[in-house]
Every structure is written in structure tokens, then in C-alpha cells.
């Protein structure tokens, strides 16, 4: 198609929903504006029609990953990346969509997206709703100028959207910029962006190429790829209209497929007193597990046989069980006044006497009091923070003041 809709839907269903008709033959805009909230699309049906549509995801939901992940065949890398990443994020893999990207790096060979299911689910019946059918779907930030030595910046909606290499960039709000902007600049003094927005909150030692100011979805229509990548993959890949001859014959499957049922109804029932034997036999078992060990979030019965025995790796690893129960007994009062941070795993240096905690908090302010509340009793080193989403992660290195007492 000559022509492209392209919506930009947002992480809330409050937010402004941005929309753009874009000639790809011409390059040139047709049409563009905002919708109040996500449940005005319908105000789009009738522009979708006899149009390519493009959906840009914002990036602040959705994650880019560029794995390495050691296997033989390109189905076995998918089937294990959500395993690899497991511990680094805070949701439970099996309530994230993962979408798969076909290329390879020296630095990897599995880029993925993901992003809740829920939310997935979500913006797709609000185009369904709307009698609108998403031919592609695309996070934002590989929407942006190809990354290949200068960051590429935009402003949109008080956020800030930043494509930093080929499958590598997020989507802030612009009060953030300035603490993640110290952040990367710790990491890597030698920063160049171009930007097609003005940029608050300036470091003296960041090369800022400013070009002519872009709409965004301007910017975003001339460096579309979508024969690269979408996440219309596995379960919300595009359905294809079926002919009459299939539909036909998916009727009398239909009807004897219910005859079966029929047939066996019987079974089907004692195989339902089964499985509820079996859930029953599982919330025991989570039950028990939690109860060994309380500081477990989530149990996963597919996997509690492989936690129990990093959880006894665990253990095994402290090399002086006295101390570090000490050390947990005094760093409890800690944890009680900051609830919103919740550790994710331990580890104990029995050598140095240190505890090295992964945690998870609401937001930077909740480390920042954990820290505090730890100052008068502890040496406390914190790592780099980063900002999921809801949720912020880090790495916390805790040791006990010589004499300190909690």
C-alpha cells in the first residue's frame, strides 16, 4: 500500500493517543493529530481503511533485550531465552510476551522484545474495538534514525524517546533524563547524540548535535522497517482470512470434534477430579516451600524442583552460617522501615562478611532511605539503578561497621 496509518499508543489509557497518515511513495505527510485517550481509536476506522497500519508501542513497556544463548537451533534459543533472563526481571516470565527478532551480532544471536501480556492483550482488543487491524507492530525507540555511533533523541508528551544502537534504547520521562543522563555519563564519558528536540538539563561533556525539529511520528514514518521486525508473533500473530472451502470444513470438523466430547464426557469428568487432586497436591507443595523459605515471591510448581536446589546452593555457599544469620537478624529493622524494597536473591561473602542483595522498590527515593536507614551501622555500596517500568532494580553491597549494632 502507497500509504501508512500510523498510531502511537500510550502506556495509559489516559494519555494522548498520536496519529499519522503517511505517503511512502511521496514521503510527505497527508495527515496527522492526537486523540484525548486510547478510547477514542475509533475516530481512526475510518482512516485505517485501505491503509497499511503501523502501531508504535511506547518503550517504556516494552523491553529490548540482545542475548547470547547458547544452542543448536534458532527454535531452542527461543524456548530458552526467557529462562536466561528470568532472574533480571521482576515479573514472572510466563506473564511476559516475548517476540523474536531475525538476526545475529557478535554480541548475540537472540534480540527479543518483551512486554505483560496483559498489556498486549489490552492495546490490541482497544484496535479490535475500534474496527482497526494492526498490520505491524513496532516499539518505538526501532522506530527511531538508525543508531550506529550517535544516540538518536526525540521529545514527545513530556517523555523522552532515545534509540542508543541497533537493538539497544528506552523511552524515559523527562524528569528522569537528568539522574539517568549521570548515570550513563559514569559509565561512558564519551557520549553523542543527535537530537531532533530541544534538551533540558545539559552536561557540558556530551557532543549534542541538534538537527531541524521532527514530528515525531514524522521522524518515525521516514525509518520505518517493517519487513524487519513486528510483534504480531506466536500467539497475536495477524490471523489470515480463511476461504469457504476451509470454513466449511472447519465446520464438520467442528461437529465431530463435539460428538467426541459427547462420547467421552465421562472421562472428561473423572480427568477434572484428577487435576483437581493434583492442584490441591501443588498448593501444598508451594505451601511448604514458602514456608522453608518465606522470602520467596513467586513459586512456580513447573520449577520448584530446580529453586529448592538453587536455594540449597545457596545456603551451602555461606561459608559461616553464624555470621550471616547475624547479619540478617540486625539488617531486619532495615527492612521494616523501607517495605517498598523488597530483596529478590542474597548472596554472603563469608570472607569478607558481606552481604550482596538484588532488590526491587517502587522507585529511586525507596533506595535512597534504605541507604540511609543502613549509613550508621553498615558500609553500604550501591550499584547502578535502572528503571523497569513500575519498578526500579539494583545491587545493594552490605557489610556491618565494625562494633555497629542495628
Known sequence: MAEQLIIRLASQDTDKVHWLVWSKSEEH??????????????ELSTKAAHREVVVILPSSDV??????VPAKSKKAVQLAAPF????????DVDSLFFAYANFSTAEGNCPLAFVEKYKMTHWLAQLATASIQADFVIPE???MPPADERWQMIAIDNQVIIRKGQWQGCTLDESLWPHMLGIWLNADDDIAIDAFSPIAHQADNIDINYLPEELPLA????HLDTRSFTMLQGEYAAKKERSSLAKTWGLVAG???LALVLNIAGKAITLMQLNSQIAAVETKVIERYKHAFPQTQRVRIATVKSQLRRQLSTIQGVDNNGDFLALLMKLQPVFAQVPTLKPENLRYDGKRKELRMQATAKGYQDFEKFNTALTPNFT??????NNQGTTVTGAISIKAKSGGNS
Open 141 to 143: 525507540v526501532l522506530a
Open 29 to 42: 505527510i497527508i495527515a496527522s493529530g492526537e486523540l484525548a485517550t486510547i478510547s477514542h481509536l475509533s
Open 84 to 91: 536466561v533472563i528470568e532472574d533480571d526481571v521482576a515479573q
Open 255 to 257: 461437529i465431530a470434534l
Open 63 to 68: 523491553t529490548l533485550k540482545l542475548l547470547n
Open 219 to 222: 521522524l518515525m514514518a521516514q
Open 380 to 385: 553500604v555500596s550501591q550499584g547502578a539503578l
